[in-house]
């Protein structure tokens, strides 16, 4: 199998398994009793606390472990919600490109009676600080802008736009899921006040996603109750230890060997585009494939590809039956038959999303793979092309 999904998950680090195991055999410990048994569980959790919060950058800022990226970006909204409403500051501004848990998170909120206002991007699929600035109120209590898209790999200017935050009393969240492991995250130089990630995207276990606080904690009210000692009070439920060993385990590695992955995975996705190109040119179909968002050039691991005349779930099930793995945007829907909110959002017509193609890299990938994936996609394109021609 070729699997370049790696924007929806990524396959387990050898070395995070192996941390992860004792944690499930004979440690299993409860991390919240009092006997040295546990208290080695808890150990376990509070080393792995600081190992992500020093991935994340956060100085003395604070972690709470979740179930993931969505629960932690669910946190910031419905937690901050009461303290909103109580100073006034009921405008909260999100990108138009954000991920599905924080367009629902946000959403959720105008029942309540939020104004929930969505930014608009540029073709590029980036946030610019001037379009934020225009829409910015006395009564703005929260943005939330994501560093890097989840289906084009577009980077938003983050580092700008926790500036002016800052300087405007704004509270600023920023969702750092795809940007780790290929991209440098210092949470004290973006200025937010929240920050989300999760393991399963960096070769660390699914299940287990983390929230970056600064001095926010007092702001924040629970999603889940009980347990008042869990998690800061601010998640109640017995840890998942193993989960969040491994999650510490995976930011090791990614700190330990960013500057390379980030280069290799970045190389790949040149390769592969420029492979695919060199396909389609050779059997007589040039110029047929487009990249949404961002630059080929620029850092990162996600491509996001359009292809003229082509139906992307005939191209994804088409190469499914060659054991390649690739997406048409987000794993979170990839049910639904709408087109992608974020190629809508940066001015694709829906034809135009529904000929898009999402391939996501990591180090696990070989340049092997990734030249035969690009054969292999070019072969197809050219297949379904001539089906077209022939209807």
Not at 123 to 137: A, F, I, N
Request: one cysteine or more; hydrophobic letters at 40%.
């Amino acid at each position: 199998m070729i699997y370049l999904d790696n924007a929806a998950t990524t396959k387990i680090a050898p070395e995070v398994l192996e941390a992860m195991m004792p944690y499930l055999t004979e440690c299993y410990g409860n991390a919240g009793t009092l006997y040295k048994f546990g208290r080695k569980a808890n150990e376990a959790v509070q080393a792995a606390r600081e190992n992500v919060l020093r991935f994340v950058g956060g100085g003395k800022g604070d972690i709470i472990f979740t179930s993931g990226g969505s629960e932690a970006n669910n946190l910031v909204f419905r937690g901050v919600k009461n303290r909103l409403k109580e100073t006034g500051r009921t405008h909260i501004l999100i990108s138009a490109v954000e991920h599905d848990s924080v367009l629902r998170a946000a959403e959720s909120l105008i029942w309540e009676g939020f104004y929930v206002e969505r930014i608009p991007v540029s073709p590029d699929g980036s946030v610019s600080l001037t379009e934020l600035e225009k829409r910015v109120r006395e009564d703005t209590g929260l943005v939330s802008v994501m560093y890097v898209n989840n289906e084009t790999g577009a980077v938003n200017p983050v580092n700008e736009i926790g500036s002016f935050c800052i300087k405007h009393d704004i509270l600023f969240h920023t969702d750092c899921v795809q940007a780790a492991g290929c991209h440098d995250i210092d949470a004290v130089e973006i200025g937010c006040d929240f920050l989300t990630i999760s393991a399963h995207k960096i070769h660390g276990p699914k299940g287990v996603g983390a929230l970056y606080t600064t001095n926010s904690l007092p702001v924040l009210e629970p999603l889940i109750y009980g347990g008042a000692s869990q998690e800061r009070g601010l998640r109640g439920g017995t840890e998942n230890v193993a989960g969040i060993v491994g999650f510490g385990k995976a930011c090791e590695l990614v700190s330990a060997h960013l500057q390379e992955d980030r280069t290799l995975v970045s190389t790949m996705k040149q390769k592969f585009v420029i492979g695919l190109r060199a396909y389609l040119k050779e059997h007589g179909a040039p110029d047929i494939i487009h990249i949404n968002g961002g630059s080929l050039m620029s850092p990162g691991k996600t491509v996001n590809i359009r292809i003229d005349g082509i139906d992307n779930e005939s191209l994804i099930l088409m190469l499914d039956n060659k054991d390649i793995c690739v997406s048409a945007g987000s794993a979170c829907q990839s049910h639904d038959t709408t087109p992608s909110h974020v190629l809508t959002a940066m001015g694709l017509a829906k034809e135009e999303a529904r000929s898009s193609v999402r391939v996501s890299f990591s180090r696990m990938n070989t340049l092997e793979e990734v030249e035969e994936a690009a054969w292999t996609m070019g072969e197809f394109i050219c297949l379904l092309r001539a089906h077209r021609t022939e209807e």
